[in-house]
């Protein structure tokens, strides 16, 4: 009813109760994405009275859960060598090593016990959608002890589930994330808008949008099950064509400005590494390997590339034989943290400046490689390109599109926040390299909650 509220911690997400109600533990993570993570979470058990806490698990992990019998806890986390999304087990006073229910390429998360602790269930792609499955396992030990089992929700997309305490029903949710791809003309002279937006596709899970340097053609990253594609399309809605099909995350696409390869992230080989793509699907090839890189921007030149590493960047030479170590990586004192990366928006055409966010602790930041410092330029932007002046940039933030000169400081909005019936704003844009049209994507977001009865299947 509202009353007695009391602080039990400054900090954690997630948390579930463990059996005898005197702890909680929580997560030093939210999840709002199960694709979408790179890892960096522990788990902490609290005292319900705030009267203290202790750490679970160093290695990642997010969505604790409590067995019933108050033994062990459930939870998921990103592997760092392959970064597959599996579960585990931990003794909940959080001695000895985890044990793995599962390891493979499916995005297994979100798990909750049956009320009678003989059973894991959780969420999964492995499938072919987001749904339900089942994983039988031993309350004392918390090893499995056998395959998961699929138990189909009517939803494309399944998640965030409680049992009831007899176990006869549970809760789900159900999500659905579409994007609308759009292309506005852009005034660099008068800095606005110009005409009317133009649909290029509509009702897809797009992710991310790079321009080719002639600006006829864009690349994308397109969310799918099991994992992510990259796929191409020109301007007009015309010519969608898919690059890629691989059961691995491929992100972070850029056109090369010679037109001819795309290069983009992926774990294919496992870890995280920069591989490169023809723009018709063909002479896909690693690039780098040992360290992981990501987010790979091109040199206006094309004679290189810059990578996001933990604790700075990378530069790659894209002549060298592949696979191959970076040539040089650039360490980012003010910004270091050993086991971060951060994300490389955009380099300026003048190749003098790069767009950084770092993920601790994040903002916008100029880094300049004649003098290896950095300079913060916004709070939360969520992403940022170049003008052709490299002088001026565009950035996304809260929705908003805005202009700031890194020069003077001056800022303008370009366009406001947007208020739509579901959820948009600008999630993602892109600008082409004259700097005369945007590419934006518009973010609808739904979910619902659903009640499920398992009828006679009173121990599930």
């Given amino acids: 009813t509202g009353e007695s509220v009391r602080r039990v911690s400054?900090?954690?997400?997630?948390p579930g109760w463990s059996p005898d109600g005197t702890e909680l533990v929580v997560a030093t993570e939210a999840v709002l994405d199960p694709m979408g993570r790179s890892g960096n979470s522990h788990l902490w058990a609290v005292r319900t009275s705030g009267e203290g806490k202790r750490l679970v698990s160093k290695g990642d992990a997010v969505g604790p859960r409590w067995s019933p019998d108050g033994r062990r806890i459930a939870y998921w986390g990103v592997r760092p060598a392959t970064w597959h999304r599996d579960l585990w087990t931990i003794a909940a006073d959080g001695s000895g090593v985890p044990l793995a229910l599962t390891d493979d390429a499916a995005v297994d998360w979100?798990?909750?016990?049956?009320?009678?602790?003989?059973?894991?269930?959780?969420?999964?792609?492995?499938?072919?959608?987001?749904?339900?499955?089942?994983?039988?396992?031993?309350?004392?030990?918390?090893?499995?002890?056998?395959?998961?089992?699929?138990?189909?929700?009517?939803?494309?997309?399944?998640?965030?589930?409680?049992f009831a305490k007899d176990g006869t029903r549970f809760a789900f949710g159900t999500r659905d994330w579409r994007t609308d791809a759009w292309r506005v003309a852009f005034d660099p002279d008068l800095e606005g808008l110009q005409g009317r937006p133009v649909p290029i596709l509509r009702g897809q899970s797009l992710q991310e949008l790079s321009w080719s340097p002639d600006g006829q053609w864009l690349v994308f990253t397109r969310r799918g099950l099991p994992w992510e594609s990259?796929?191409?399309i020109r301007a007009d809605g015309g010519g969608y064509s898919q690059l890629t099909d691989a059961a691995?995350?491929?992100?972070?696409?850029?056109?090369?400005?010679?037109?001819?390869?795309?290069?983009?992230?992926?774990?294919?080989?496992?870890?995280?590494?920069?591989?490169?793509?023809?723009?018709d699907g063909s002479a896909l090839s690693?690039?780098?390997?040992?360290?992981?890189?990501?987010?790979?921007?091109?040199?206006?030149?094309?004679?290189?590339?810059?990578?996001?590493?933990?604790?700075?960047?990378?530069?790659?030479?894209?002549?060298?034989?592949?696979?191959?170590?970076?040539?040089?990586?650039?360490?980012?004192?003010e910004l270091r943290n050993p086991i971060l990366w951060g994300i490389l928006w955009s380099w300026s055409p003048d190749s003098r400046w790069l767009l950084y966010t770092p993920?601790?602790?994040?903002?916008?930041f100029l880094y300049a490689f004649e003098t290896r410092t950095v300079r913060k330029l916004d709070e939360s932007p969520e992403m940022a390109d170049w003008l052709p002046d490299s002088r001026r940039i565009l950035f996304n933030k809260r929705g908003a599109l805005v202009l700031?000169?890194?020069?003077t400081g001056r800022r303008k909005e370009i366009l406001p926040p947007r208020t739509l019936p579901v959820d948009g704003g600008w999630s993602t844009f892109a600008l082409t390299r004259d700097g005369r049209s945007i590419a934006y994507l518009e973010a609808r977001r739904e979910g619902d909650i659903w009640l499920a009865d398992l009828g006679g299947e009173r121990n599930p």
Avoid: C, K
């Fill in 230 to 232: 990259l796929g191409v």
């Fill in 286 to 333: 690693q690039l780098t390997d040992g360290e992981e890189v990501q987010t790979p921007v091109w040199s206006q030149d094309g004679r290189r590339i810059a990578g996001a590493v933990a604790g700075g960047l990378a530069l790659i030479d894209p002549a060298l034989p592949s696979p191959s170590q970076p040539i040089e990586t650039h360490v980012i004192a």
């Fill in 10 to 14: 400054d900090f954690g997400y997630d």
């Fill in 404 to 407: 700031l000169d890194i020069v």
């Fill in 359 to 364: 993920e601790e602790p994040g903002g916008l």
């Fill in 110 to 162: 979100g798990s909750e016990w049956s009320p009678d602790g003989r059973r894991l269930y959780f969420s999964s792609n492995r499938g072919g959608t987001m749904n339900l499955l089942r994983l039988p396992i031993d309350p004392r030990s918390g090893t499995a002890l056998g395959a998961p089992e699929p138990m189909t929700t009517p939803a494309a997309w399944t998640g965030g589930l409680s």
């Fill in 248 to 279: 691995f995350q491929h992100r972070a696409a850029r056109w090369a400005p010679d037109g001819r390869r795309i290069a983009f992230q992926s774990q294919r080989r496992g870890g995280s590494h920069v591989w490169t793509i023809a723009a």
